[in-house]
């Protein structure tokens, strides 16, 4: 493509509304325009990558026995209200009515298309195991977009769904899954662990995500030093720590009337904050409450206590009238003892210590010497988050916490969609039984803002070769010179006839401005045609690195070829 006859929207001066360096070198580099908060253009630059991303994806995909298809982004209520989500799946869900007054809604993911789509169609055992996957644009209508297409309303998935007769056909398409996901972010250059993950929303079991560690990562990763133990810190299991054995004393009310948090109680009362509890209410499904008591300097962890309730929507915390109006007393007073006719859930540790101090359900009071058992009850298990430095629950070496951005997420789905909207084939034995499903995201255009993430320096992107939409750019340093344009051209042509994708800058511009703009959107190989031509010879420029190497016009090819093929 000759550079003059590109729409090339190139910005010298960083967005202000772009917080990280992939959203900002995206929109600087002219992949993608703004639309609205959340909704962007691809330009053809973005769009020859994300095509990249896309192609390494359906090899892969291919490659692992998965069959391509394309469905509607427009999905009727029916289907959902089928499965159980039209009223679970929260404001997330981009939601219209048509003049006939009928519902759809625009697809954030397509189990329930892809399971209506098999239970029409396959019947009978002999026709799985079945592997379909579409790469679509889905729609979800997040609170704050941000982060460019790390988080925004539109985005291009991949999804997968498998189609097995038996656990054994499931657990072999999930692991040829991972194998393919290994593959497609190994060539897209990425960086990419498999950690254990929640399932959310999407249900089923066993459930894995691949996590790009980055600073500004919106996930919690938790690595083991000794053993490859990985898991978001939302399924990452805690240990207990266990506490020293204490004589059980007399449970005492004491005063405290202007401290509330558990700061001011150990400050008052001269104890750690591990012989205190904190006590929050959440509430779930409109209606339902559930406490939730860990221990004074541990963080709750929400989709722990969601799964242990089965809440069907996202927890919120409790307000301050609907606290008051059940236990009499506001936050910062509350606490397990005398708690009755309420979901009660009791973090490990907070069951395993001795006279520790709560809240009274009275303002301005507060227990001491407070014991699980003789003192409440309540539901015991692992509520809170995972700390850096703790036990690894696998091996029992030492965890650390770092930032991470999800690209991929692998589930073991079961039977939650084929029972509930009637899928089933026909055993051996003539019987209809459910199928039993698998569901394999991949996210696009995160993949794409990933690779960027993990690929830059000061003046740019610096992409991966498999990935990039140019692989070299050839600039005449003085588009005016008649045979620095000529031989330009000659290599140009000869380097596309080598099936490579190539740039010709022939643009009237300074040198400098084109160097600029062939460093900002990161073409990996630049071949420059100076003063030296009339000696036969080029210079060539690795964009990973600052060393120019001078060559004549015939090593040029050999040396082009051999860096693509690395």
């Known amino acids: 493509m000759k550079m003059s006859n590109m729409i090339i929207a190139t910005l010298r001066e960083v967005p202000a509304e772009a917080e990280i360096e992939s959203h900002k070198l995206m929109l600087r580099a002219g992949l993608m325009k703004k639309m609205a908060a959340g909704v962007y253009n691809y330009m053809p630059m973005g769009l020859k990558a994300l095509k990249k991303v896309e192609d390494i994806i359906r090899e892969e995909m291919d490659n692992a026995g998965a069959q391509e298809l394309l469905c509607s982004a427009v999905i009727p209520s029916e289907l959902w209200k089928e499965s159980g989500r039209w009223d679970a799946y929260g404001q997330e869900m981009f939601r219209v009515t048509d003049r006939n007054s009928r519902e759809f809604c625009l697809g954030p993911t397509h189990e329930e298309v892809f399971t209506d789509i098999v239970r029409t169609t396959i019947k009978s055992y002999k026709q799985v195991p079945l592997n379909l996957y579409q790469i679509q644009t889905k729609y979800r209508d997040e609170r704050r977009p941000r982060f460019g297409v790390m988080r925004s309303r539109e985005f291009i998935m991949k999804d997968a769904y498998s189609f097995d007769t038996n656990q054994e056909g499931l657990d072999v398409a999930y692991d040829k899954m991972h194998d393919a996901y290994v593959n497609i972010f190994n060539r897209c250059g990425l960086d990419a662990k498999c950690v254990e993950a929640d399932s959310g929303a999407i249900g089923g079991s066993n459930s894995a995500e691949f996590m790009v560690k980055s600073e500004v990562g919106e996930d919690d990763i938790v690595f083991c030093t000794s053993c490859d133990y990985a898991a978001n810190i939302e399924k990452a299991e805690s240990t207990a720590e266990i506490a020293e054995k204490e004589e059980l004393l007399p449970l005492e009310k004491i005063e405290t009337p202007n401290e509330k948090t558990i700061e001011d109680v150990v400050k008052l009362l001269g104890v750690s904050p591990k012989k205190t509890a904190k006590t929050i209410v959440f509430r779930y499904d409109d209606d339902k409450l559930v406490v939730v008591v860990v221990r004074g300097d541990r963080e709750i962890n929400e989709v722990k206590v969601s799964n242990a309730v089965n809440a069907t929507t996202d927890l919120e915390m409790a307000s301050e009238a609907e606290v008051r109006a059940i236990f009499n007393a506001g936050f910062g007073s509350l606490g397990p003892v005398g708690m009755k006719e309420c979901t009660l859930l009791i973090d490990e540790e907070v069951a395993k210590a001795f006279n520790i101090v709560v809240g009274a ?43 991470g951005t999800e690209v991929g997420h ?13 899928a089933t084939f026909i055993d051996e034995d003539g019987k209809s039984k459910p199928f039993l499903m698998g569901c394999y995201g991949i996210g696009v255009t995160r993949t794409l803002a990933s690779i960027i993430e993990q690929h830059n320096d000061e003046n740019g992107i610096i992409w991966p070769m498999e990935v990039a939409p140019y692989h070299v750019v050839v600039i005449p340093a003085n588009s005016k010179n008649e045979e620095q344009m000529k031989v330009a051209e000659e290599i140009y042509n000869k380097l596309k006839a080598m099936k490579l994708d190539v740039l010709l800058d022939d643009r009237n511009e300074r040198a400098g401005v084109k160097f ?51």
């Open 361 to 403: 359900n009275e303002d301005g009071f507060h227990y001491k010497n407070v014991n699980f058992g003789r003192d409440f009850e309540g539901t015991v298990g692992d509520y809170r988050n995972i700390t850096e430095g703790e036990k690894c629950p696998h091996c029992g070496g030492t965890v650390t916490i770092s930032r």
């Open 410 to 422: 692998i589930f073991k789905l079961g039977t939650k969609y084929s029972e509930s909207m009637g």
């Open 516 to 566: 600029k703009d062939a460093d900002l959107m990161g073409v990996p190989m630049r071949i420059t045609v100076g003063k030296k031509v009339s000696e036969g010879e080029v210079e060539f420029k690795l964009r990973s690195n600052s060393e120019v190497e001078t060559l004549s016009i015939e090593d040029v090819y050999n040396k082009v070829e051999s860096e693509y093929r690395k």
